[in-house]
């Protein structure tokens, strides 16, 4: 018979255990984080009624979208991001769930994009948000949120870039670019790509500026010193627009309520350069940055908009939250050397030497898992020296041996795998002696994230 | 502008906090059972090449399949369970990641299924297995592992019932139908379901069995006793046959080491009428059942194959391993009231009341999340009464209440929203009365699974 080649779809990949590891980590951490803050989990289908996620999204999205008629004729696809589901979800639950509702949502999500530019067809996505108040409150504890994940995660040098739309409105309004202010934020937005000179080409370009209008949309970009300066240069610069004015004060707000939380001030800084493309935000907004990997672009990114689900209900549905780039995430821990190399979840390798002692092996395992550790226990009973290999090929840096003379003895053999170091531990006394052999051996080559 | 009606489509869902607070909980349990073992998690995507799909599956997943186009004209499926996926990623990585290989495994799957039957179209699957070896340690080591699984999710009442494919093989050589075994097993498989009288005509009908083989087939699982009693049934039942006494060989060895190990003999039952109707079993078998829901179903089932991949390598692949229907368990655990009604995975919920007070309730409540807890602070200073209701619909137990008289006696008000009851404690001498003064509260109405 001939087979059928095995290989996965352009653009998806499997996760073998060591990528796999350090993602469940990484949402094991983020889970954490927003349990911590009250959010709760939710979940929505991977597929939708194809209207559903065509209501809103941009051309680009719809283009990306994997549809499809299912068996019943109905036209349906694939979500391309969580938060059109989560604007349908609570569209359909608002009244039962209440609001302010504090939600996260871990999933994948399809597009159909061009895989040449290094981006996967199917991949993660990790929000929360909460719906449904308009308090600033809300906006300080997702900068909370988004400063406790990325330290969570292992990191200490971050900046989470922080504006405000109504800053950018008020600015804009003051420049006469209010009613193209669509045009300006997104040319705004490349800044860090692109540069300053074709922002500015394309400020003329497409959002109609003149050259006094640009040069005064740059200097906005161009603001410098701690936040406290920033806010008093940003002050005169939107006088006369109520909504610039509410905007510099909720800044101001949401910088000394962080700052009096424990944020450190270089971690949360105001950037008026930062606008994000999309549409829907209103209020503040948030990118955040790795210190050591200036290039990776933004690993965490949100903010607050006015109606989450227009297209869905007459109710008004405020929000504010953010979205943790995974994917991105885990490309630059590996980066920096982050991600253990290690391929088992389990501390301890226990050599299956003797065939006649399988029951002694099993009750050894049963008795360590009792106390908490990770055991592999060989299967079959090999070679020593093959089992071993195996055993430091996952990553083991600890195999327990025993044979007939051990168990007669009342040993067992605690080996180290890096140096091939024995010494022989006593259970005469029960697991204890063993268990604390087992910690002062090396630790495992999984790192554990803090 | 007219919405468009926020739905799912037929037979998907979503999950609310509360029933994903349980989802999330029995993941994690299983989760935590499979890495104590060794095993390793991977991830597969949930589109496939359609071939890959359809060639093992029977007529009926086929049918089920969600099919389509994808934009460059590929044909594609979503996977309908993690097992063809399985056998597609081990003959593409076995070579990278060695045998035995152990990985577990938990995502959704999609099958167009009747609804009608109460099936979802969506559903989660929670796999587990150990490939690449057929050493009789690795079946012990599956029974141990849905023992401690089913014991870890809060079950002391549960029965897996086990058998053996080979000792099925050698009676039916024994009783002249090895030829028809395929039509026997799949008869014999609905005993539980639709009774023996019907079984008897199927097994004349499907397997064309004589009156007397019938009845020799049905006597076998009538076999009754303790395990032991049993397997002295059947050793005379499989006299002759090379695989029956190899097959009672192994059972033996299995219930013996696992009881050596910990399991409870009424936990790890021997059943000959336990066929299960794939073809692919080759060896030792699984069901799991619940002593309280006797008409739930198996909740975790399994077993032995010899070869998991032939569609896609000619290498020899053989396996063992189970799957934790978690759909259905969740519905039996919600059945028994093993399942929290409480929507908030937090436990300490901060009311807030005085306005000029933000950065005194964002650092109180950081200060009880860097000592462990979950805690939630309600972003509006609304009136008390109505962030207290809105606590108790979440199923919070405790409130901390503090205004201007508190905050400058140094004390915050510690609430029980069942009974309403208050005490003052002083946060004079730092959080630690605070946090034994929670510790002292009831427990949040999430009820942890051991």
Redesign the interface.
Known sequence: ?S????????G??????TA??A??QLIDTA?RVY???????????????L??LT?KGSDETDK?L???????G?D?G?RFDLTVPLA??M???SA???V?F??YHIG?V?R?ENTQRGRYR?FMQCDFD?IG?L????D??TA?VIH?LIQALGFSRFQIRVNNRMVLNGLLDRLGLSDRSSAVLRSLDKLAKIGRDRVAEELAQFAGANPDQIRDVLRLTELTGDNSAILRQLEPLVAGSETGQAGVARLDQLL??AA???VPDNRLRLDVSIARGLDYYTGVIFETFLDDLPTLGSVCSGGRYDNL??????ELLPGVGASLGLDRLLAGMEELKMVASA????TV?IA?FDPQR??D???L??NL?AAG????????PKKLGAQLK?AA?RGFQTALVAGENEFAAGIVQVKDLATGHSRDVSLAAGIQPLLDALRDSPPPRVRPLP
């Open positions: 018979m087979t059928i080649e095995p290989r996965t779809l352009k998806f990949r499997d996760y073998l255990p796999m590891l993602r469940e889970r349990r911590s803050y009250g959010f709760a989990p939710i979940d929505t289908p991977a597929l939708e009624y209207e559903i209501g990306q994997y549809r499809f008629q299912d068996h019943g109905r349906v694939l349908r979800f569209a359909q639950h039962a769930l209440g302010p504090k939600r994948p399809w159909g199917e909460t108040t308090a600033p409150a809300a300080v504890e909370l406790d000394a309520a009096a939380a424990g689900a227009a297209l869905f209900t007459k391929s088992t979840p389990a390798f299956f399988l029951v092996y099993l009750r395992a049963a898992r550790l990770g055991v592999e226990l060989y299967p079959d195996y090929r």
